[in-house]
């Protein structure tokens, strides 16, 4: 599969993913987002992230990947899908796109992402990331297009 690829300082991208606004603009941007989806499965999905991003805001993040460390690293993608979407600044340097087999790679930039909706993300090596959405919706392409 094609993956945008990324490189980050782990640390930084995860404290600015998890920060309070970051996590209050995802709250408000998948709120009105999720108004519009027709798909159960996805819609499914995007309200159990709805949850932990709750609980990241209220317990601190740290606090989410202590009890559910899957859960906390699904919203690090999600949160990561979101932002690019939507042109967010991030501690991020693009490099564009390239071939990526994610077969036997730990998912997510902790490894622990079970998630099958939504978006892959990938630790290719210590700082390079690879990310690629799992399911594409109608103007997805020409939105990746221009983060690349």
Known sequence: MDCLVLRADLADLITALTDAAALAAYQERIQTESG?????????????????????????????VARDRAAADSLL??????????????PVERLGTSPFDPAGRPRGLLGADQSTDG????????????????????????????HR
């Open 119 to 146: 978006a892959g993300l990938w630790r290719a090596d210590d700082g390079t990331l690879r990310f690629a959405r799992i399911r594409e919706t109608g103007e997805y392409e020409d939105v990746c297009r221009d």
């Open 36 to 64: 519009g989806l027709a798909d159960k499965g996805m819609l499914a999905h995007v309200r159990g992230m709805a949850r932990c991003a709750a609980e990241a805001q209220a317990a601190g993040f740290p606090a989410l």
């Open 77 to 90: 993608t999600d949160l990561l899908a979101v932002a690019l979407w939507h042109g967010d600044p991030l």
